[in-house]
């Protein structure tokens, strides 16, 4: 009797467990099928009508990347490339690229990919910041630059970008300057966890997912007011808005983002031991997002490096504090 029992409630638990498993298997299918089946942004980059006057495209790893060249009317006295942070795009450095040209500077501001007017497709390429950099450096000898001294800028995530870039040629760089970002501290060694996490990303309906929750949820006028808001710590235009979301409106945004996260490899840290240049922190005093601790920390390590503080900016001082942010910097150049 007693074993009819244990039968029938084993039946009992095989069906429950057959029945969960159809149903799961058939939400699997559907949210695979489903996000093919909503409309997401379709719109890419014509080269022939870029988005600014001075925009530039070149293709570096099978990729399309955006960069704009500002060129001073006489001899340049040095270059500086501008590399922008997470989200961000040449839009960030609005304020200072012009202004840094007119005094004399051969200027290069670049979109990384998965972020502004470079291409979104296919980001299935080293998004770390040595292999940034190195792509950027690609970047630079293709260009007829007369002279040969560098004088690199990086926000945000955008400052361990400039931080390899400056370690990969030391002796081509005559200044660093890491705007509320301190760049590398070292070696990074992913988890088994995040190594699973990555993997299971990659499954293409979850990327097309991020097009279209991105298109729904995210990538809209007031969401960006909002998040500027929270990084100037100020109030935020709406054209600030617009300029940060116009690259978001492209086909593959969504996906892009979350591949720069996937494809983002291991790297150890360069001999910085071999840049002699001054290393200039800038860092707004009431930054939200990442705090000026930081860039104290990074001090710590580099004691040669400088920190300078813009009383009352957020995390975004070329932006809303461009008039000190572009003196401290042409001064210093100087």
Known sequence: MANQYFIKIKKTLLKIVKIVGIIILSLFILLSILPYLIPVNQAKVDANNPPFKESRFINLEGKRWHYR????????KSNIVLIHGFSGSTFSWRNNQQVLSDSGYN??????PAFGYSEKDNNA???????????IWKLIDSLDLKADSFAVIGHSMGAA?????????????????????????GSSKGSWSSSIIKFCMKYPPLLRWADVLGGAMFFKQKKFEKLLNSAYSQKADAV???????????????????????????????????????????????????????????????PSANLFK?????????????????????????
């Open 69 to 76: 060249h500002f060129k001073p009317q006489t001899t340049a």
């Open 240 to 302: 600030s808005a617009a300029g940060y979301l116009a690259p978001f409106m492209l086909k593959n945004s969504g996906r892009a983002v979350i591949e720069s996260f996937i494809y983002n490899k291991n790297h150890s840290e360069s001999d910085y031991t071999k840049l002699k240049c001054p290393v200039q922190l800038i860092w707004g005093s009431n930054d939200k997002w990442l705090p000026i601790s930081l860039g104290e920390k990074f001090i710590e390590k580099y």
């Open 125 to 135: 390429f080293d998004h770390s910041a040595k292999g940034h950099a190195n792509n």
């Open 161 to 185: 970008v400039a931080w390899s870039f400056a370690g990969l040629r030391p002796q081509s760089i005559s200044n660093v300057f890491l705007v509320d970002g301190a760049g590398s501290m």
């Open 310 to 334: 813009i009383e009352g900016a957020g995390h975004c001082p070329m932006e809303t504090h461009s008039k000190d942010f572009n003196s401290y910097i042409l001064g210093f150049l100087k």
């Open 107 to 112: 200027v290069i501001s670049i979109d990384l």
